[in-house]
């Protein structure tokens, strides 16, 4: 079965710092994942999105990611943290029936002054 | 682009009534529809998707149903709310035979 797991509930960096949130997953075929971002009371916004082709993606917002199959993992990077990345992550696959995701469940960034 | 329409944005129902949440999108045509309930503090638990008109799949069991009237309508319904059907409920498209593509969401209705 498939299923998406995520390192970490909560993470907290200063503002500079480099943001790396884990997750890694399990599929019995080619993965297609995703990392979408949630601000308060509001819904998931796409980050970025590995399907084929060149393993390192880039995103908005100054992320990416880099799918490593070796590893089964998805993590997600961004080189110097801003307060405005504060958000909730969640990082999913995609089933392999239909266009159904799979979730983690999430882990909240916290950014420090 | 597809842009999805959630309304209410907050909604407070007493225990035993009824609701009613709409999804309305926009940008495309014959998408696949999708419901997801966000309970605090967890991730995201997806409820029913429609391919089609009037054709629903439940993922899980439960007190809510859903309906899809029209190609680019989904409603997520119960008879009689429980207390645990609290939550932040977030509808998703996707373009049909686009598996490879994400899903878009609405804002979400807290309930």
């Known amino acids: 079965a498939q299923s998406v797991t995520q390192l970490g509930s909560h993470v907290s960096v200063s503002e500079g710092a480099l943001v790396l949130l884990r997750c890694n997953y399990s599929s019995s075929v080619p993965p297609y994942l995703f990392w979408y971002v949630q601000y308060p009371n509001q819904g998931l916004q796409l980050l970025l999105k590995y399907t084929t082709g060149a393993t390192l993606v880039k995103g908005i917002n100054g992320f990416e990611a880099e799918f490593k199959k070796s590893e089964t993992s998805f993590h997600l990077t961004k080189p110097s943290a801003h307060m405005s990345d504060a958000a909730e992550y969640f990082c999913?696959?995609?089933?392999?029936?239909?266009?159904?995701?799979?979730f983690g469940q999430g882990t909240e960034l916290s950014v420090k002054p | 682009s597809q842009t999805i329409h959630q309304w209410p944005a907050t909604l407070v129902q007493p225990v035993g009534s009824p609701l009613s949440l709409e999804c309305t999108v926009e940008g495309t045509s014959n998408p696949n529809l999708y419901w997801y309930r966000q309970a605090a503090g967890r991730g995201l638990q997806l409820l029913f998707y429609?391919?089609?008109?009037?054709?629903i799949s439940s993922e899980v069991p439960q007190n809510l149903s859903a309906s899809r009237p029209q190609d680019r309508q989904f409603i997520l319904s119960s008879k009689k709310l429980l207390l645990s059907d609290s939550g932040f409920y977030l509808c998703?498209?996707?373009?049909?035979?686009?598996?490879?593509?994400?899903?878009?969401f609405g804002d979400g209705t807290r309930l």
């Open positions: 998703a498209c996707q373009g049909q035979d686009q598996f490879n593509q994400p899903q878009h």
């Open positions: 429609s391919v089609g008109i009037g054709q």
């Open positions: 999913a696959v995609r089933r392999n029936q239909g266009g159904k995701l799979i």
